[in-house]
């Protein structure tokens, strides 16, 4: 009985094992790029005739990547009324296309120079893809709620090829929710990206192994009965 116990621990474990165990460290919560540190530009009003995004590009990754968090420099709220967002968006021909997530965090940035955490589900992000972060707001820019932080400078800081503000006409305005966008002013969006390598898929090998050990767990128990 014993003996049959030990030989089930060790048919369960290396299944166990074969399927879960990690090919490799990952870094958690890397700061992929940012430019936030730069010197703030203009302030901008934000409002529902005026949403404004920022792009990024990730890195090579072959596996792609797994969003962690937006890092949004805010330049404050003229009068607060508890209704701004942050969302991610897919690319389409150099602006914002299609929304992917809100993301979780305050309605109500209003501390002007203060960073902003917003937090993803975890989304997959594809390698060498452009994405766009989007602030959005509820009331139109005439009520001066919220304002944007902008800088002039087109540096930032960087991991893994990861880039940003690479477009030539700087940070994008849509005055129709997200239907057109337009630009033209030398300034950027300031924020910064949280993720992590995506975990890689299986090696065949790998779930090979796994099906060997949960296949000698079910003999014994069957020998067992």
Avoid: H
Wanted: charge should be negative.
């Amino acid at each position: 009985m014993k003996t049959t116990k030990t030989i089930l621990a060790a048919a369960v474990c290396i299944g166990a094992c074969g399927i879960f165990a990690p090919s490799g460290a990952t870094a958690q919560g890397t700061v992929y790029v940012s430019n936030t540190g730069e010197a703030v530009g203009p302030t901008v009003y934000l409002g529902s005739d005026r949403w404004a995004a920022g792009d990024f590009i990730t890195g090579g990754n072959s596996t792609g990547y797994t969003l962690d968090s937006i890092q949004y420099l805010s330049g404050g709220a003229d009068n607060q009324s508890d209704d701004f967002s942050l969302w991610l968006y897919a690319d389409n021909g150099g602006q914002p296309g299609t929304s992917l997530e809100q993301l979780s965090g305050t309605d109500n940035p209003a501390s002007a120079g203060t960073i902003y955490d917003y937090l993803a589900s975890g989304i997959a992000l594809s390698s060498s893809t452009t994405y766009w972060v989007v602030a959005q707001m509820g009331q139109r820019v005439t009520s001066f709620t919220y304002l944007l932080d902008a800088t002039y400078s087109g540096n930032f800081i960087s991991n893994d090829g990861w880039s940003m503000n690479n477009s030539a006409i700087g940070v994008l305005f849509s005055s129709n929710s997200g239907s057109t966008w337009s630009g033209g002013q030398p300034y950027y969006m300031q924020f910064g990206v949280t993720a992590e390598p995506a975990a890689p898929v299986p090696e065949p090998g790998t779930l090979a192994l796994g099906g060997l050990g949960l296949g000698l767990a079910t003999l014994f128990l069957r020998r067992k009965k």
